[in-house]
């Protein structure tokens, strides 16, 4: 990917959360095993791990105790950033965010992906306020929760531009900037 020109690669793996399965001896080899995915990326990278939401899925027995419970165990996990789903979950764990290096950048999800609910812009906006109770916002890259393939077009349009307001409403408030013109 970095030969094409890749200027940021993104790790999807739920192998976070097999230690709720394994063991609490299978962190350092989850640590270890990303780490040698990612070996020799020079580009930005970051690490997703998700709270089960593909195609509406809760997968509660993986990812039991949340956030939480398992990122404490991935802070020296060598990555620029760890994107994190938090709207599926109405911000809970949002707090762990705090616990994240002040060298790492994180992906706060925003926006729920397992409903066609469509989230309006204050509801986003207090999302990521939730999130930069316990961050800079300097730090913070706001995406939704997973990928959006198994939502309708429309509606995931629907969810972007509801992404694309709520960051709006927020970035006025901490930097005064014209609503109608913020990207």
Not at 26 to 47: C, H, I, P, Y
Not at 64 to 85: M, Q, S, W
Not at 141 to 148: A, E, F, I, K, R
Request: glycine share 8%.
């Amino acid at each position: 990917l970095q030969a094409a020109g890749c200027s940021y690669v993104q790790y999807e793996d739920l192998g976070a959360w097999t230690p709720n399965l394994t063991g609490e001896q299978d962190f350092q080899w989850v640590t270890e095993t990303v780490n040698r995915v990612l070996a020799g990326v020079t580009v930005r990278k970051a690490w997703h791990f998700c709270l089960g939401n593909a195609w509406g899925n809760r997968l509660d027995a993986l990812v039991r105790g949340g956030y939480g419970a398992v990122v404490p165990h991935y802070l020296d996990v060598d990555v620029d950033e760890l994107t994190l789903d938090f709207a599926c979950r109405e911000m809970a764990d949002a707090a762990v965010l705090k616990e994240i290096p002040a060298d790492v950048d994180v992906g706060v999800g925003v926006i729920d992906v397992r409903n066609l609910e469509i989230e309006q812009p204050e509801q986003v906006a207090e999302r990521i306020r939730t999130a930069l109770g316990f961050v800079d916002p300097e730090r913070v890259t706001l995406t939704t929760d997973c990928g959006m393939k198994q939502l309708p077009r429309p509606v995931a349009a629907a969810k972007l531009r509801s992404l694309h307001a709520g960051a709006a409403i927020v970035r006025h408030e901490l930097l005064g900037t014209d609503l109608e013109g913020a990207a």
